[in-house]
Nanobody, 125 residues
Framework: QVQLVESGGGSVQAGDSLRLSCAATSYSFSNGCMAWFRQAPGKERERVARIHNRSGSTLYADSVKERFTISQDNAKKEVYLQMNSLKPEDTAMYYC??????????????????WGQGTQVTVSS
């Protein structure tokens, strides 16, 4: 069974940077996608970024473009989220997620099969 473990969260001030890591076990990185989601109290869960494991193609939510970067190390089976210029609005629980299969067309699916426990990111003004 795929297991995902996040790390790197914490409390920082606006303008600071954080790097989140997600370590995966029992996941091949050969034919799926991984993503970072976040959810703040009273708000819907938002997909922050995703990466296609085979191609390395990335997509970002408009709210984090030019500030966040998702990357992966397929050999280490880890995915990262570099967060720069953090804002108080970035405060949320951040979750790592994996989709073990792409769609028939080879795209990342809308649903993710496995989730980590989450890591809290708090940004103060």
């Amino acid at each position: 069974q795929v297991q995902l473990v996040e790390s790197g969260g914490g409390s920082v001030q606006a303008g600071d940077s954080l790097r989140l890591s997600c370590a995966a076990t029992s996941y091949s990185f050969s034919n799926g996608c991984m993503a970072w989601f976040r959810q703040a109290p009273g708000k819907e869960r938002e997909r922050v970024a995703r990466i296609h494991n085979r191609s390395g193609s990335t997509l970002y939510a408009d709210s984090v473009k030019e500030r966040f970067t998702i990357s992966q190390d397929n050999a280490k089976k880890e995915v990262y989220l570099q967060m720069n210029s953090l804002k108080p609005e970035d405060t949320a629980m951040y979750y790592c997620a994996a989709a073990t299969r792409t769609t028939y067309g080879g795209n990342c699916p809308g649903e993710y099969n496995y989730w980590g426990q989450g890591t809290q990111v708090t940004v103060s003004s």
